[in-house]
């Protein structure tokens, strides 16, 4: 496929999965949240404001990506660039709060790690360009994106670890139903990441620039 095509069709098929997942939480509303809620003075408003956040970052990520901004509008690029590393490292400190009230070992375990690969490839990535090796800053901020995406692949991930749940138990839901969801959300997280620094890795590997410094 045309690469500006994948691009578009890559951005079309996120915003249709976040979007969806955020809607609840702009209502500002904690008994319409998916996430239990367990402390409204603290837990609920770190929520929140990571996904502003984090939404933020996903949208100014993907304008970074299109050669048309960077190339021929680089104050633009410098401006969205910082807006992107600010909104992480303000997303990312709140989910480490939001982290705490994770009652699973699992799933608190592969958020944790997000959160810290989230905030060390963005600011390897920003140092690089501060440094002007432009070509190291493009490598890890296509990490800090492949990183940041982790929020759509997870999710997307989710029928089909439904269905190996499904399989792998000979075709039953053991504990039921439920049970098979919260078992899925355990580890979803964990797919996500490996899947999107696999990918990433590979991008940076066939891109023509992939193999200098
Ligand atoms: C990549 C780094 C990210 C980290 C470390 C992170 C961390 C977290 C954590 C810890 C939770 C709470 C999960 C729970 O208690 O079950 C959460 C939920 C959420 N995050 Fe993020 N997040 C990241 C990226 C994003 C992005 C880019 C978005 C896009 C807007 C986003 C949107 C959301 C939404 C909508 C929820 C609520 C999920 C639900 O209702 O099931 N996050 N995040």
Redesign the pocket.
């Known amino acids: 496929m045309h690469k500006r095509k994948s691009w578009w069709l890559l951005i079309f098929v996120s915003l249709g999965v976040?979007i969806p997942?955020?809607a609840?939480?702009l209502m500002l509303d904690p008994d319409s949240?998916?996430?239990?809620i367990t402390s409204k003075a603290i837990q609920y408003p770190a929520?929140v404001t990571?996904?502003v956040f984090?939404?933020i970052?996903?949208v100014t990520g993907f304008f970074q990506f299109v050669d048309r901004f960077h190339l021929k509008k680089p104050k633009l690029h410098r401006f969205l660039g910082r807006t992107y590393v600010g909104s992480i490292v303000i997303?990312?400190l709140l989910?480490l709060v939001?982290?705490l009230?994770?009652d699973n070992f699992t799933?608190s375990v592969a958020?944790l790690t997000?959160?810290i690969l989230?905030l060390f490839t963005t600011l390897k990535g920003y140092r690089k360009a501060v440094k002007r090796s432009f070509n190291e800053h493009r490598k890890w901020m296509i990490r800090s994106f492949g990183?940041?995406?982790?929020?759509v692949s997870g999710r997307i991930v989710v029928p089909v670890l439904l269905l190996a749940y499904y399989t792998l138990n000979g075709f039953t839901f053991p504990d039921g139903r439920d049970k098979m969801i919260e078992e899925v959300?355990h580890v979803n997280i964990w797919i996500g990441i490996v899947l999107n620094l696999v990918i990433v890795e590979w991008i940076i590997l066939k891109s023509p620039k992939g193999h200098k410094n």
């Not at 949240?33 to 239990?36: A, E, H, K, L, Q």
């Not at 990183?147 to 929020?151: H, K, P, S």
């Open positions: 976040i997942f955020m609840p939480y949240s998916r996430v239990t929520l990571h996904i984090a939404f970052a996903l997303s990312s989910s939001v982290v009230y994770i799933k958020f997000l959160t989230w990183v940041t995406l982790v929020a959300l």
